[in-house]
């Protein structure tokens, strides 16, 4: 079965810089998905970024940016210009493609921001 | 447009009593799923249903039952509950095809003692 690891329960960062959150997964499978979602404390997750294991090119949505590195079968989180509001629990997801209702999660990382 | 909603928010529980956990979404959703959390641990699947009429297990089934009442709804039985059960449950739901993501509900905080 497919597993998802983050290494780092927790992290922090002050206000205005970069932080990076890792994520590792394993599969022998080559058509998936990754995710990254935010877990504020009102317990809602909420989508993050996605990519597709297909492209080639790292997606970026605003101030949030991934590394992905196939062969490596990593998936970090870059979060730029961090504010007070990105502070909570961030879980990384895999999904199979062969499988779409299969979806597997880390254990999470929680990013504290300070002022 | 409410997304996927869940009732109740919070419930307590003797071990032994039975409960059903309710989820709902407006969205036309063809898939929907629960999940567990517990302290420490990502979400878990429990179970499934990639369409209406349909349900599967996931990855920690044991001691749960579902139903898709029908497109828009999907309860999570408890028969007997047990401490081990003591977590919060999300319930998600996506459109079919590979390119969707999931959207979840608030989720219910369940405590058994």
């Known amino acids: 079965a497919q597993t998802v690891t983050q290494s780092q329960p927790e992290m922090s960062v002050q206000e205005a810089e970069t932080v990076t959150l890792s994520c590792t997964y394993d599969?022998?499978?080559?058509?998936?998905?990754l995710f990254w979602y935010k877990q504020p404390p009102s317990r809602q997750m909420i989508l993050v970024i996605r990519?597709?294991?297909?492209?080639?090119q790292n997606a970026t949505e605003n101030r949030f940016s991934v590394n992905f590195q196939k062969a490596a079968k990593s998936f970090s989180l870059k979060i730029s210009d961090s504010q007070l509001g990105d502070a909570a629990m961030y879980f990384c997801?895999?999904?199979?493609?062969?499988?779409?209702?299969?979806?597997?999660f880390g254990a999470g990382t929680r990013l504290t921001v300070k002022p | 447009n409410a997304g996927v909603t869940q009732t109740p928010k919070f419930q307590v529980l003797k071990t032994g009593q039975s409960m059903t956990l309710q989820c709902a979404q407006d969205?036309?959703?063809?898939?929907m799923y629960w999940y567990r959390q517990d302290p420490g641990m990502g979400l878990r699947l429990i179970y499934y249903?990639?369409?209406?009429?349909?349900?599967d297990k996931g990855e920690v089934p044991n001691g749960y039952n579902v139903s898709r009442l029908n497109k828009r709804e999907f309860s999570l039985r408890l028969e007997s509950a047990a401490p081990s059960q003591t977590s919060v449950y999300f319930c998600?739901?996506?459109?079919?095809?590979?390119?969707?993501?999931?959207?979840f509900g608030p989720g219910t905080r369940l405590t058994v003692t």
């Open positions: 990519q597709e294991a297909y492209k080639q």
């Open positions: 969205m036309n959703h063809n898939s």
């Open positions: 599969t022998s499978e080559s058509d998936y998905y």
């Open positions: 998600a739901s996506r459109m079919a095809g590979s390119g969707y993501q999931q959207y």
């Open positions: 997801a895999y999904r199979s493609g062969y499988n779409n209702n299969d979806m597997r």
């Open positions: 249903s990639a369409s209406e009429g349909t349900t």
